[in-house]
């Protein structure tokens, strides 16, 4: 139960509908989204952020075994969170029909998605409905096909797509679909990727690959995150030392290599490919003090501040919004330590993003075990000095074909860094995005390794 006097501080939100999209199998929702329609036609929106810096507080162990972890890993079979499950599972998770505590932005927004005015604030709010992105996505289509709706949601005390529930989806998409058309002209990155997924058998060996595609339901959410995360950098960062989740301009050097290869390569190379190497051209974002904008999102000012149940960098910027705008008490911390800390944070994500990636790995060998000797078709998805790493069409398992293997025994082959690919005595060549042949020789599930032979 949230003490009674908590409540009575906050803005109260519990009875503006409200609802939350997360994947089907997430335990831990700590974003919402409220929506209204006001007298004057106006919209008020409101994203609101599971408040985790009600329930931990600095110094304590819980906060020092969070900082030291500084983000949750999420490997395929299994999740390391960074906080103790009782907070992020139960207390701060808002779940549909308890009332929660949250650190929100409200905004009021015309029909065109412009923001006329905003408000962070502490507040209280009961969730009216839980949905997946499926069931999101399942509303979306029908409103745009006339279809009539109905599928059951889980609301938390009724089923049925309530006309609240409908109402919100549609008219927020249409306003986010309107958001993401204005960061792409202005030369926000575009790219999404596919998810790489797995089930597993009860004793946790793969059975099947399938992918999950973004869709409009996920850029709903996606834009008014950003929206919360962009506003926040502008409003809590003038001028004080901050948070911010800073992107640098990629390496030049790569990019025009880029456009030598496209140019060279013509309608032969796919955009898959064009797309690899672009996100290969990237700086890593980071976390810093010092705000030097976020080329991809093209952003001048932008943080994380919407997942603090598993970003440690979004807990911190909570606690300096309580200082900044709510309380106006200053931060004791100094630039030089908060500095310190982020670049602790930075180190930990790059960690967890190897780890996930490790695991995606291992369990990638894994399937590849049940199909040793088997001949799939593929694509060269990049060439090294040592062989050329193909990944295949159907399951995107990625594997090695060891230079030693290519071609006949004695063939020297040179790698040109410059046109992606490798060459032999100038008369035959492999380059990036070529589609290939082969055959899956091994698959070391410890080392997560896998080893193919072209055919």
Not at 134 to 158: H, K, S, V
Not at 269 to 297: C, E, F, P, W
Request: with cysteine; aromatic share 8%.
């Amino acid at each position: 139960m949230i003490d009674e006097k908590e409540i009575l501080r906050r803005r109260d939100m519990r009875e503006v509908f409200t609802f939350t999209i997360d994947p089907a199998d997430a335990k831990d929702f700590d974003d919402a989204i409220s929506f209204a329609v006001n007298e004057d036609g106006s919209y008020q929106v409101g994203v609101h952020i599971a408040d985790v810096s009600h329930y931990v507080k600095p110094g304590t162990k819980t906060d020092d075994e969070a900082y030291k972890r500084g983000t949750s890993v999420y490997l395929v079979d299994r999740v390391i969170p960074m906080l103790p499950e009782e907070l992020c599972n139960d207390l701060c998770s808002l779940r549909p029909g308890e009332d929660k505590l949250c650190m929100s932005v409200i905004f009021t927004m015309d029909r065109d998605a412009r923001v006329l005015k905003h408000k962070i604030c502490r507040t209280v709010i009961r969730s009216d409905a839980r949905l997946n992105y499926d069931e999101a996505q399942a509303i979306i289509m029908a409103n745009q096909t006339g279809e009539t709706q109905a599928r059951d949601y889980r609301t938390g005390i009724n089923t049925g797509a309530s006309a609240d529930l409908i109402q919100a989806i549609c008219t927020l998409n249409d306003m986010a679909s309107k958001l993401r058309a204005e960061r792409i002209a202005n030369g926000a990155l575009t790219i999404e990727q596919d998810e790489m997924r797995f089930h597993l058998d009860e004793h946790h060996h793969p059975i099947d690959i399938y992918f999950e595609s973004p869709n409009e339901s996920h850029h709903l959410i996606e834009e008014f995150m950003l929206l919360a995360n962009r506003t926040v950098a502008r409003e809590a960062g003038s001028g004080r030392p901050f948070v911010y989740r800073v992107h640098d301009i990629p390496d030049q050097e790569k990019l025009e290599n880029l456009k030598v290869f496209k140019r060279k390569m013509g309608s032969r190379v796919t955009q898959q490919t064009i797309d690899m190497l672009t996100i290969r051209a990237q700086a890593k974002a980071v976390y810093s003090t010092y705000n030097i904008g976020h080329y991809g999102l093209a952003f001048t000012h932008y943080t994380h501040f919407t997942s603090p149940i598993r970003r440690y960098p979004d807990l911190m910027v909570h606690r300096l919004v309580e200082k900044y705008i709510l309380t106006g008490k200053k931060e004791t911390l100094t630039r030089e330590q908060l500095e310190e800390m982020c670049e602790h944070c930075s180190a930990c994500e790059q960690e967890a993003a190897q780890a996930e990636r490790e695991s995606i790995k291992m369990f990638q060998a894994m399937w590849m075990a049940d199909h040793i000797g088997e001949t799939m078709d593929g694509h060269i998805s990049g060439v090294t000095d040592f062989g050329l790493f193909v990944q295949l069409d159907e399951s995107r398992c990625e594997g090695l074909v060891h230079v030693a293997s290519l071609g006949q025994n004695g063939e020297y082959w040179q790698f040109d860094e410059k046109n992606y690919r490798l060459v032999c005595e100038g008369h035959k060549s492999f380059t990036l995005g070529d589609p290939v042949k082969v055959k899956v020789l091994r698959a070391d599930v410890n080392k997560s390794q896998i080893d193919f032979e072209l055919v």
